[in-house]
């Protein structure tokens, strides 16, 4: 076992990126890793490997320096409570691209809970977790309908990981791989944005679409906005939508952004339906 402690890059908070004070995470080809952190704001990391202490900085995003994010929105009259209030928090990244294309995938226009049953259907399928790229190309796409993905997603799924090199994604294709996932049949702007935020470890692509934004700009407007309408949500924030949409979804959860609440979203949500 090797263990390490590291500091990390710009504000950090363990608690509010994994929702613990302890994080311990299963890695690819078995390894494992574990991290707490300390009063000082340094993280010791305890892991398998020198691989699989690498593999924890990066879903961990301890050596991603967010001191512009916080810097630039603190004072934003949308963002700048949650920024100031959960300063530190960075988005939970998956051990593999392939994992955070399932994600993407199964978490596609239905409510989260039951995208995460699918999800961890189509793991126990793969018989692999974390879920690796061949993996789950070995998955026909009528196993992934019985694990109860709908059969065009089954499909988009099967045909990005026989097809593509989802790892090369996050190295020397990185300048053109939202490009490259969008050219994709069945790869919207949302899946990108989970992809790009939970695989690849960016933060310029956002959450468009998410139904957390749509009920936060319902409650804002008064009015149930189509999903593709929350692009003007993060438009503000540039190169740094990707991580505005994690930051505005659990501000929002927590009642931090002025003016929105999820009690106003539910009776927008009540008047849209009742006329039409």
């Not at 009259?77 to 993407?104: D, E, I, N, Q, Y």
């Not at 692509?205 to 189509?226: F, H, I, M, T």
Request: aromatic share 4%.
């Amino acid at each position: 076992m090797l263990e390490a402690t590291v500091r990390p890059r710009g504000p950090y908070s363990l608690k509010l990126t994994v929702r613990s004070d302890d994080w311990l995470a299963r890695l690819p080809e078995g390894e494992w890793a574990a991290a707490s952190q300390l009063p000082d704001g340094r993280v010791t990391i305890r892991a398998a490997s020198g691989r699989a202490l690498e593999h924890a900085r990066f879903m961990l995003a301890l050596d991603d320096d967010t001191s512009e994010f916080h810097r630039r929105f603190a004072d934003d009259p949308l963002l700048g409570p949650s920024v100031r209030l959960l300063r530190g928090m960075r988005p939970r990244r998956k051990a593999t691209v392939a994992h955070a294309v399932l994600r993407g995938v199964c978490g596609q226009l239905i409510q989260a809970g039951k995208a995460l049953e699918i999800e961890r259907a189509v793991v126990r399928a793969c018989g692999l977790d974390p879920p690796s790229r061949a993996s789950l190309a070995r998955l026909a796409p009528a196993e992934l309908t019985r694990c109860g993905l709908a059969a065009s997603r089954a499909a988009t799924l099967t045909r990005l990981c026989r097809t593509t090199d989802l790892g090369a994604l996050k190295g020397r294709l990185r300048n053109t791989a939202l490009a490259r996932l969008r050219r994709e049949r069945g790869i919207g702007e949302w899946t990108v944005g989970v992809i790009a935020l939970q695989g690849l470890g960016r933060y310029d692509a956002g959450l468009v679409g998410d139904l957390g934004l749509v009920k936060l700009q319902a409650s804002l407007e008064g009015r149930w906005p189509e999903p593709d309408e929350t692009a003007a949500l993060l438009e503000p924030y540039g190169d740094w939508r990707g991580l505005a949409s994690v930051f505005l979804l659990q501000g929002f959860k927590r009642g931090l952004i002025p003016g929105a609440s999820t009690d106003r979203a539910r009776l927008v949500r009540a008047r849209a339906a009742h006329t039409t």
